[in-house]
């Protein structure tokens, strides 16, 4: 278990903090691992594509472009995502289905909600930096995210 707090104080030098905009879904408080990004806009295809990889030790990082008309993830994506072992999900936009989500053993960052499913173009980039929140992800790069705050580093804090 970590702290972002501690991991703050430890490694002040080594991390980046997202501006704290995101609201907590899912039971998992706590998640961190190696950032997986996927860029889109009210498409989420591409987050269905990644979710079906497996992704022990990662975190997937969506940036929606911060759009509010519609979700990207609902409690079928929420399910795939734990039944291949993401460690948790950031969404630079929102959820729905948000009552079942947080029934579930997973850890999401989200935006908000919103009812309206998104649309199925398979339009967007996977794995390339992403800006939002005041900091940029940057794939293979570590993020960690618990009830303070989310952290980002170039470097593995936990080992």
């Not at 967007?124 to 790069?141: C, D, L, M, R, S």
Request: net charge neutral; hydrophobic share 45%.
């Amino acid at each position: 278990m970590f702290s972002t707090a501690d991991l703050s104080d430890f490694h002040a030098e080594s991390i980046n903090c997202a501006n704290p905009i995101f609201k907590s879904f899912g039971t998992k408080n706590s998640f961190a691992g190696r950032i997986v990004t996927i860029k889109l806009f009210e498409d989420n295809s591409l987050l269905r594509k990644q979710l079906e990889e497996y992704g022990k030790g990662q975190v997937l990082v969506v940036d929606g472009g911060g759009s509010l008309r519609c979700a990207l993830l609902g409690d079928q994506l929420a399910a795939l995502a734990i039944k291949n072992h993401w460690n948790g999900i950031v969404i630079n936009g929102c959820i729905r289905d948000s009552a079942q989500i947080n029934a579930m053993p997973i850890g999401v960052r989200a935006l908000n909600t919103s009812p309206i499913k998104s649309i199925k173009r398979n339009i967007g980039e996977v794995n390339v930096p992403v800006k939002f929140a005041g900091v940029i992800f940057v794939p293979h790069h570590y993020v960690y995210v618990d009830t303070d705050g989310i952290l980002i580093s170039d470097i593995d804090l936990l080992k």
